[in-house]
């Protein structure tokens, strides 16, 4: 939702506090300078001690060594300990230290915090949020006012300029009792390779973390660059900055390039921070998390809480009503990569913790609402809430930790770019209800125990883009120059910004003289006016009565040719064609309607994108006005979601000072016979009211254009509703208003509703206690299943076609998954080759050069036997060959050893299953349709659900399948994967083949995706059945010696080949541990007393419990 351009900045104070503030401010600068040269020598002394110790394993680079000196990591444990902390987590809050004096003495108290508050940008009206254009005053006001509204905590998204510190630093020296707390962000920019471990990136990003600890210490002076704050920071605000929030809403994208470029960096070892596995772009994070708090730890001896920023494209879980249905669809895949707090560890050198941070809208991604297991959410109040119902599975999945909402919130913007079926949509409501709604979001956040909400955001800003409507606001450099109410994006502030010279009340009081545009004579007197938000237009007359006649009012924005020049109820053709036409027939009913060539709906799905361009016409059609906001969606159990549309055409009455018509652009006074109008200038196809722009598209060319227009042209007339007979306004016909642009423009601030709202509600949410651990006594097993995960799928494919490669591993690969492939001896050359079973089409194969590539990526190779023969009605001495043989040519081609045998055409016999296991395969598969039980498992006799074809199973059958295959080993078996329009496909169909075997890469994709998403675990068989086979075989043994358990998991199978590794599940009364020996070493600070470990049979495993430091 929302990156650096989101933000907003702004507060106040007087030229006497600032002269105060500039005075102390010379002593701590000259304080900072002796400091840093008595930390020069004191370094200098303590050198050769730093050469002789053992220095902490940590992972680094030449420019981290340029931005921070290097010291022992004795020195550096010290500084650790002597660190000063004010702020630190617990399980579910922040804690805030607070000394109180008590019988003379200073007393030392913690005390739990749920963090209230908004994220604050800076882009003042007429200025991008870079161009920094908030005063020192504008700040300081704003500090009181989030006060006041019972707010603790102002989140800003990068280093402001250093008044932005000036003020909230005397804020809150002025208002020690009720201070404000910082989230100060640090700012990432795009990675232009896509890759966030670009050397470059890397180091730039990590130059931004060094400024903004500086900042908040007051200890840094930045020169001016581009799109950056500048110049001297010597006001310390770092005892009110309660945590440091890193980057910004990575794109799925990136996170996917981040990790298929470094596949191999899959953990990370700080000092402060562990990561003992995890994805690519985790462990840089990790690294990033760890450099900060080791900057500040070495540099001011202090800590603070640390975290980056996520979102809900890349939470933990998995949805399954997210998926691309189109290649038409512009949108990233919002459930392929993910973030998981979980993975992260602070070691014992890190005191304040870490936290977790999500911006989260109940309106994106769908699967927000369209999960089932979030569509059926009630909240704390007894009402259907999907918001809740998310919030409370994220809480889950980021256990031990507080989970901050960092974004959050709804729009108060007439337009509406998406809609759910719970009212939740972003925009659509006015303000009356975005404050109800809000509190509803705000309440959610609080009853599912997050650590805070911290509401996107304090001021409406102009210069923001939404998807919907973006094409349409061109230039788009002068957007920041009015304010468009139909798009989203501006208007989700608690404080409106905006010009507003008319307030549509059916009162003249706000219109003046020089604003009447209709000549004398006139049925209605006509006055126009506009602003940077509307176009106005007021009729006054004792003789108007929508009841008994109906008003229209045609609009012609530019080229009297353009446009339609027949309208409704006029018979002959008009001079000038019209772009627009406003119909009133009574309070609730009047409308704005565009003709239908200057529409600018489009439906990229049905393959309909207009030139978006007025054109000559005598048809008279006008239409709706109306736009698509939700694309038909499919989850991938077969769910259908209808599109949704919407239409903006209907024009709301109401008086717009009130909070609960705020969007209202009618009123209909009948005693003082006025009628007010106004138009968002988006209604007009104005693309920017500030150069008297409208939309005018070229066709043929990739951008959409637009033309300057110098004044509209308004045509009034009336329909009688008995005989719809017409009449003009007045003789003269239509009536001129010239629009006159601007460069620069007033504009005023006011509280909106939510203002209100949120006072009452924050001034209520607090928190007296945090959520305790539940530590255990130590305790060690060997998980059922790997990773403690419920059950285990493999996906195996028969026969070795090619397709399974040009298809298949593409898919696998997305969703980092192994399988395994069963060959045929007699088909597989070295290289691909084409063979076909009698009265069968030929079909190309995998080749041994392909088969040893698919090991190497650790799929398995089985064996589907020597021939692609039915074995039931061999003789045992037949079947026993081939199955031997098979075995025999495959190891000798792939070099390595073949642990399944995967029976053609099925068996059924136990003679066949006793001859697989002779032959020397520890598993074999056959075609019974069942799931696997543990209890009563045959490793030869391994049932299979096969996919006969494209929809049988269908995917919700799959899916059920899954969801009952609690604890048990669902093996899925695939043949051939053709496209739809394949020759194969086509000659299966032409015969009526029901059990083709064959599904599509579109079908398959979905399949593979519902596996993923299941929650089991997925490998191949060779690895599964070697678990099991290994958890039968193993026990534990343990000593302990002094603060260390020794472990080893001695498994009586020697094969060292043969081992996989195994999940320990530990459980733990210690706080912190360090793991040594297993497949994912490092520091783990438990959550609840209990850690997964991957280990390796007959290797010995050291858990050391690590001190606290005080």
């Not at 496909?985 to 599904?999: A, E, K």
Request: glycine share 6%.
């Amino acid at each position: 939702m929302s990156e650096y351009n989101k933000e907003v900045v702004a507060n106040i104070g007087t030229p006497s506090q600032r002269s105060f503030m500039i005075s102390k401010l010379k002593y701590l600068v000259i304080f900072s300078f002796a400091a840093l040269l008595g930390f020069t020598v004191y370094k200098m002394i303590k050198f050769e001690d730093s050469v002789r110790e053992t220095r902490i394993v940590r992972i680094g680079s030449v420019a981290e060594q340029k931005l921070l000196p290097d010291i022992s990591s004795g020195e550096l444990r010290k500084r650790a300990e002597e660190s000063e902390l004010r702020f630190k987590t617990g399980n579910k809050y922040f804690s805030v230290q607070e000394i109180k004096i008590r019988n003379g003495e200073n007393v030392v108290e913690w005390h739990p915090h749920f963090l209230k508050g908004v994220n604050m940008g800076v882009a003042i009206p007429g200025n991008y949020p870079s161009e920094f254009s908030a005063t020192y005053d504008m700040y300081f006001n704003w500090f009181r006012q989030i006060a006041a509204m019972n707010a603790n905590t102002v989140r800003i998204y990068t280093v402001l300029p250093p008044e932005f510190y000036e003020a909230f630093a005397q804020y809150n020296i002025d208002n020690n009792s009720k201070p404000l707390y910082l989230m100060q962000g640090v700012w990432a920019d795009d990675a232009d390779s896509g890759d966030y471990f670009d050397k470059g990136y890397s180091e730039r990003f990590r130059k931004e973390i060094k400024d903004v600890i500086d900042v908040v210490h007051g200890n840094a002076v930045i020169k001016e660059r581009p799109g950056h704050a500048a110049g001297t920071y010597a006001r310390n605000v770092s005892n009110y900055v309660i945590g440091i929030l890193l980057g910004r809403e990575w794109e799925p994208s990136t996170v996917i390039t981040t990790n298929s470029k470094n596949k191999k960096i899959t953990k990370f070892i700080g000092d402060f921070i562990s990561l003992p596995e995890g994805n690519p772009m985790e462990a840089w994070l990790a690294e990033m998390m760890d450099f900060t708090v080791r900057y500040e730890t070495q540099i001011y001896r202090t800590q603070r809480p640390v975290s980056f920023v996520n979102w809900l494209p890349l939470d933990p879980m998995y949805h399954n009503s997210e998926f691309i249905e189109s290649k038409k669809v512009r949108e990233y895949d919002n459930d392929i990569e993910s973030i998981d707090f979980r993975k992260f560890y602070r070691t014992p050198l890190f005191k304040a913790g870490i936290y977790s941070a999500y911006h989260a809208y109940p309106y994106y991604p769908d699967y927000v609402y369209m999960d089932e297991k979030y569509k059926g959410g009630i909240n704390h109040k007894g009402e259907k809430d999907n918001y809740y119902a998310y919030l409370e599975d994220l809480k889950d999945n980021c256990p031990g930790m507080p989970l901050v909402i960092a974004e959050y919130g709804l729009p108060s913007s007439r337009g509406n770019s998406h809609s759910t079926p719970f009212g939740l949509d972003q925009g659509g409501h006015s303000e009356k209800d975005q404050a109800e709604l809000n509190r509803t979001l705000t309440e959610d956040i609080f009853h599912t125990g997050c650590g805070g909400a911290i509401y996107f955001e304090w001021i409406d800003e102009w210069f923001k883009f939404n998807w919907l409507v973006m094409d349409f606001e061109v230039p788009a450099e002068r957007r920041k120059l009015w304010h468009n109410m139909e798009n989203p994006e501006q208007n989700f502030g608690v404080i409106a910004v905006e010009q507003r010279t008319k307030t549509v009340d059916g009162i003249s009081d706000d219109w003046t003289e020089n604003e009447k545009i209709s000549s004398s004579g006139s049925k209605a007197v006509v006055s126009a006016s506009s602003d940077a938000e509307y176009f106005y237009m007021k009729l006054k007359s004792d003789k108007l009565d929508p009841t008994k006649e109906k008003i229209f009012i045609a609009i012609d924005t530019y080229d009297k040719k353009k446009g339609s020049h027949k309208l409704p109820y006029i018979d002959k053709a008009l001079d000038r064609g019209y772009e627009f036409l406003i119909g009133i027939h009574s309070k609730d009913s009047a409308e704005i309607l565009v003709d239908e060539n200057y529409s600018v709906y489009s439906d990229i799905y049905a393959d309909f994108v207009p030139v978006y361009a007025s054109k000559e016409n005598n048809n008279g059609k006008f239409v709706r006005q109306i736009l698509l906001s939700n694309r038909e969606r499919e989850s991938l159990t077969g769910e259908r979601v209808a599109r949704k549309v919407y239409d903006r055409s209907s024009l709301i009455h109401g008086n717009s000072s009130q909070a609960e018509y705020s969007n209202s652009n009618l009123f209909i006074d009948e005693q003082s016979g006025i009628i007010e109008i106004r138009l968002p200038w988006h209604l007009l196809n104005v693309t920017d009211p500030s150069s008297g722009q409208v939309l005018n598209d070229v066709e043929g060319t990739p951008d959409i254009e637009s033309i300057k227009s110098d004044a509209f042209n308004i045509l009034v007339y009336y329909v009688n509703s008995t005989d719809n007979s017409a009449a003009f306004n007045s003789s003269g016909g239509e009536y001129k208003f010239s629009l006159k642009g601007w460069d620069k423009h007033e504009y005023r601030m006011r509280e909106k509703e939510s203002y209100r709202e949120f006072k009452e509600l924050f001034a209520g949410l607090k928190v007296t206690e945090d959520e305790k651990n539940e530590l255990s006594e130590n305790s060690y097993k060997i998980a059922e299943w790997y990773q403690n995960k419920d059950g285990a799928i493999t996906i195996s494919y028969d026969d070795g076609t090619l397709t399974q490669l040009s298809y298949g591993i593409p898919v696998l690969d997305k969703y980092k998954l192994k399988a395994t492939f069963a060959l045929i001896s007699e088909w597989t050359k070295e290289n691909m080759s084409s063979s076909a079973e009698k009265g069968s089409f030929t079909v190309e194969k995998i080749g041994w050069n392909q088969a040893r590539l698919l090991r190497d990526e650790g799929h398995e190779i089985a064996s589907h036997g020597f021939m692609h023969v039915k074995m039931d009605t061999m003789s045992v001495s037949m079947a026993t060959y081939h199955i031997e043989e098979s075995k025999r040519v495959l190891e000798e081609n792939l070099g390595s050893k073949i642990f399944t045998f995967v029976f053609p055409y099925s068996a059924t016999r136990d003679e066949l299953f006793n001859a697989a296991s002779n032959a020397g395969y520890l598993f074999a598969r056959t075609g019974e349709e069942t799931i696997n039980e543990k209890g009563s498992l045959n490793l030869h006799k391994l049932a299979t659900i096969a996919v006969y074809n494209e929809y049988t199973p269908s995917l919700y059958e799959l899916y059920s399948k899954f969801m009952s295959s609690n604890g048990k080993w669902l093996i899925l078996n695939y043949h051939n994967i053709f496209t739809n329009d394949s020759k194969e496909m086509n000659v299966l169909r032409s015969h009526n083949v029901y059990s083709t075997y064959s599904v599509t890469p579109e079908m398959f994709d979905k399949q593979i995706r519902l596996v993923r998403n299941s929650g089991r675990w997925i490998a191949p068989i060779n690895v599964v059945g070697r678990y099991i086979m290994q958890n039968e075989s193993t026990t534990l043994q343990l000593s302990e010696h002094d603060n260390k358990v020794l472990i080893k998991a001695v498994c009586n199978i020697e094969d060292s080949d043969f081992l996989v590794p195994m999940t320990l599940v530990v459980e733990t009364s210690s706080n912190f541990v360090k793991v040594e020996g297993s497949v994912n070493d490092g520091i783990y600070n438990p959550v609840n007393g209990k850690i997964l470990i991957d280990i390796m049979p007959n290797k010995e495993l050291v858990i050391e419990e690590l001190k606290a430091l005080k």
